[in-house]
């Protein structure tokens, strides 16, 4: 059976040198992922305001079209046959 184990002073170097070694992962792997991100949110906030305003503008239009006209644009778009379904 082998019973070797490793001096303290080696034992401290390792240690010392898999703590570095994580460190630098972690901020590299932050480094990296910040830009990511950045760039993924940027997309993802302009996609959902290209969306509200659309939607906001839909609906405003369809209750003016409703108020003023008495035309239904929900139905005028998709049909009778769409909400009978």
């Known amino acids: 059976m082998n019973t070797y184990r490793p001096s303290q002073s080696s034992n401290y170097w390792t240690v010392a040198i898999k703590l570095l070694i994580l460190i630098l992962g972690l901020l590299l792997s932050a480094v990296i992922l910040g830009k990511v991100f950045t760039w993924l949110f940027a997309i993802a906030f302009f996609l959902i305001r290209v969306i509200v305003i659309i939607a906001a503008s839909f609906i ?24 009978k379904r």
């Open 60 to 83: 405003v239009l369809h209750l003016f079209l409703k108020l003023l006209f008495r035309v239904d644009l929900v139905q005028a778009i998709f049909g009778q046959r769409f909400f």
